[in-house]
């Protein structure tokens, strides 16, 4: 009987323990083209992960564009090439933006820019504010100590595409000049929906 008991007691435990894991956000990202469903690691990448949740929740994303597309054809200048699609603010002082955060390097949370990974776009580290990208398949330049950039610190990668990949490879491929997109793709609306 105490056996029995003991077992009741240990898979209890074990279910409040897993019942209350916290599960990571999801985001929604819809546009004309179809939506873009995310996973974000807030337990990875506490600092990037919470400013982006923070654009969604107070609703600062509502003038959003994907505005830039980079494709091995488009970037004949550059000897360290990526592929990566880019949207956000667009502009550098929109009124919605916030505080530039703090960076947080791939080599501090572990999330390197893998296929599908969303990171933040940024000038110097310490700069990213609204804009961010989503990768086209592997980009290892883009990690803290990549060459994409001559500061080595790479880029704040802090999610994962979970389901839209096909939408953003659309997004990829529409006409653009010199990386811009041709005509904007508006984001029609980002939402948690986790």
């Known amino acids: 009987m105490k056996n029995i008991i003991a077992l009741v007691i240990s898979l209890l435990m074990i279910f409040v323990f897993f019942g209350c894991t916290k599960k990571n956000s999801q985001v929604l990202i819809k546009t004309e083209l179809g939506d873009i469903r995310i996973e974000i690691f807030e337990k990875d990448a506490p600092v990037t992960a919470s400013n982006f949740l923070r654009y969604i929740d107070e609703n600062r994303f509502s003038e959003a564009c994907f505005y830039r597309v980079v494709r091995m054809d488009n970037q004949p200048e550059n000897d360290i090439k990526i592929e990566v699609i880019q949207g956000g603010l667009f502009e550098d002082f929109h009124p919605n933006a916030l505080e530039s955060i703090k960076h947080e390097t791939t080599k501090e949370t572990g999330v390197f820019h893998k296929d599908g990974i969303i990171s933040m776009a940024r000038n110097e580290p310490g700069t990213a504010t609204s804009d961010f990208f989503i990768c086209?398949?592997?980009?290892?330049?883009?990690?803290?100590?990549g060459k994409r950039n001559s500061d080595g610190q790479g880029f704040a990668a802090f999610g994962k595409v979970i389901k839209g990949m096909d939408i953003v490879r659309k997004i990829q491929n529409l006409q653009d000049e010199n990386q811009m997109l041709v005509e904007k793709l508006p984001i029609n609306k980002i939402v948690r929906i986790k």
């Not at 086209?136 to 100590?145: R, S």
């Open 136 to 145: 086209v398949g592997d980009q290892p330049e883009l990690d803290f100590g």
